[in-house]
């Protein structure tokens, strides 16, 4: 009976459920500077994916190839451009001249293939080859899609970046829709979707909810994130601006929640 009494208790025991351990405030720091590095990645190759938009819908791939030569080299004189059938390879910071376009300046290498362009779909296709702003630095593939009736464009990547000040390192991917701010397109982006990436720590997968981009800023100034973390903990981030120079975002978790403001040069501090 004695031992009968024993099981019973340790199966309860064991049937208990764990508690949930609060949010810390080192979690809550380290979940926003990895969302932030990840999207510092984001918000250059949104930029780098911009230059490629100006052609004439429904032409030749070849002719829309040739009229993002044209528009790269009115905007980035930097830029030394080869261009082959619908493809368009771009060395940047080759020759003289300006190198920046919505914010960023670009270094590196940039392969854009006008793959469609007819009433139906248009298609260009992106490679990056140590692809920086001197933020990040990156490697990898987009293939967007745009969707003119609803005023979109569908973004698929799978990069490798490195955020160069922290030294954080991300290998993933993501599926995002992007329209534009009230503002227009000199403004920015609002993205919704979802990014997944590999880091140093383990894996961090993120749900991008209505979020605002400014082409200058380091974080969104509107909507949510909402991030899995290899630490066991979802938190969301909820973004909102203080001034032209600041973002204020809040990180809530289990049982906690932190303020911290960031700089428009990225530099993060407890609000």
């Not at 006008?114 to 990898?140: A, M, P, Y």
């Not at 534009?180 to 997968?205: C, F, H, P, T, Y």
């Not at 749900?207 to 630490?231: C, H, K, M, N």
């Amino acid at each position: 009976m004695k031992r009968a009494a024993f099981i019973l208790a340790s199966l309860a025991l064991t049937a208990c459920p764990k508690k949930e351990e609060a949010l810390t405030l080192a979690e809550a720091r380290s979940a926003l500077e990895e969302a932030g590095a990840s999207s510092s990645a984001e918000n250059l190759t949104a930029a780098s994916v911009d230059i490629s938009t100006s052609f004439t819908l429904g032409a030749a791939v070849e002719q829309a190839a040739d009229e993002i030569r044209t528009f790269i080299q009115s905007q980035l004189p930097c830029a030394e451009i080869s261009l082959e059938g619908r493809t368009l390879t771009v060395e940047y910071g080759v020759n003289p001249g300006n190198c920046t376009y919505r914010g960023h300046q670009f270094s590196g290498s940039h392969s854009i293939t006008v793959t469609r362009n007819d009433g139906g779909q248009v298609i260009v296709d992106h490679e990056w080859t140590d692809f920086s702003n001197g933020v990040v630095e990156l490697d990898g593939t987009a293939h967007v899609a745009w969707d003119f009736d609803a005023e979109s464009r569908r973004v698929e990547h799978l990069t490798n970046w490195t955020h160069l000040a922290s030294g954080r390192t991300g290998q993933g991917s993501g599926d995002r829709t992007q329209t534009l701010l009230e503002g227009g397109l000199a403004e920015g982006i609002r993205v919704d979707g979802v990014r997944s990436w590999k880091g140093q720590r383990g894996q961090w997968d993120l749900g991008i909810d209505g979020v605002e981009w400014r082409w200058a800023d380091p974080v969104p100034q509107a909507g949510t994130y909402t991030l899995s973390t290899p630490f066991d903990k979802t938190v969301s981030m909820s973004f909102s601006r203080v001034d032209a120079d600041t973002i204020e975002v809040t990180v809530s978790g289990p049982k906690k929640s932190f303020s911290f403001t960031v700089s428009k040069l990225g530099v993060v501090s407890d609000s």
